[in-house]
Each structure stands twice: as structure tokens, then as C-alpha cells.
């Protein structure tokens, strides 16, 4: 119990430091406001926010560690008889529907993109947060299809997946900050969303489809699709 009460105050105290450090980043600018700044308003010292934010941009994207590591729980948690384009389509739409901030499309978010544009240190970060992404998902689908070391699909399967994600973002984001209304964007996104995962399924198609476990109570393996275009000059 006493471990169990350090750690949750650990957790708290790293909460409302990023708590207190978004409110100012968002009100007043991420280049406007001094580590030691936040440590005041958070009633901390510099060093006990250092303790849990190496650097100043930590505090900003303080959910970094969840946002890259996403999609490729995604793909982890597929279900079975289910494809990675398939998992990631389901997961998009849920977070569409709950109004979940894990693809960047919720209330505020425009102003989150607003800070991260004012700063070429945050551009910078988000950068590299998405190359993280883009190869954190590809170990995924390696591990998952168990590809040979020399094979590029897993890495060339994960940017396209990525590179739609980043699409759909950036459009909701360049929207909200042009002052359109959520509601408006997010059904717009809907149907871009759609058309988008159906160019992967016919692009990517059944690759690390998981099949369902095989046992005496376990369905039959699904006939993996073939919904790929059709070659000009080839029977269909």
C-alpha cells in the first residue's frame, strides 16, 4: 500500500505539472513560458519538474509515449479473422465517434495545432514523433507476419498507413483553424475517412490478416479476399 501511495503521487504530480504547463503553452505561446514559470504555478521546484519532463517540449506533448506507440497497438490488439487496414479503420471511426483525442480530432485541438505551428522546436518534435510512430508500427507488422529482416513490407505497409493518418489530421486541423465548425469536419472526415481505408484494403489488402485460433471450437480460417484491381489482360 505504501508503494502502491507513492506511485499514484507520482502520477499526480507529473499530471498537474503537464496540466499547468498546457495552460500556459495554450494561452500564452510554447516559447512564451519558462520552465521555471511552470514550476512556480505547479508550486514545485525547477529540478522536481526535470525529475519528470527532460526537456520543456515533454510537458507540451506529455502523451507522446501513447501517441507513438498507437497504431501499432492497434495492429496488436486486431482482432481475429481482422486485417491491419480493417483494425485501424475500426479504431479511427471509435475514436471519431467517442470524441477520443488519439487521432487529433477533437474540441481544442485547434489550438494545439496553432501552438505547435508558432514553435519550430514543437515542429521539430512532432516530427520525429512521427517517424517514431511510422517505425514502432512497422516492428509491429514484422514481428506480426514474421518477415525476414531484408523484406521492406512491413516498413513500406506502415507508411502508408501512417500517411493516411496524417492526412486526416492535418485536413481536420487546417479546417479548425480556419474556424469551421467540429461537427461540420468531422462528418466531411467520415466520408474521406471511408474512401481512404478502402484505397489501403485494395492497396494493402490481407496482409497481416490474423487468422482465428485453430481448436475443435474455432471457426474456419476466412478465404483470404481478393478485392485487388483487376489486371489488364488477366482473367478475373
Known sequence: MEEGLRERKKRETRQRIADV????FLQRGFDNVTVAEIARVADVSVNTVFNYFPAKEDMFLDRS???????AQVVRDRRPGETVVEALRRDFFDALDTGDWRYGMTEGSDMFARR????????????????ERELRLARELADATDADPDDLTPYI???Q???VVRTLTRHFAVRR????????IVADIRGHAERAFDLLERGVGDYALRWPETG????TPPTPRRDHAQVPGQPG
Open 21 to 24: 504547463a498546457m495552460g500556459l
Open 65 to 71: 509515449e501513447a501517441a507513438e506507440g498507437m497504431l
Open 116 to 131: 505547435v505551428r508558432e514553435s519550430p522546436t514543437l515542429v521539430a518534435r512532432l516530427q520525429v514523433l512521427d517517424v
Open 177 to 184: 483553424l480556419a474556424g469551421e465548425d467540429t461537427a461540420l
Open 161 to 163: 498507413l501512417c500517411a
Open 216 to 219: 475443435p471450437t474455432a471457426p
Open 157 to 159: 505497409v506502415a507508411a
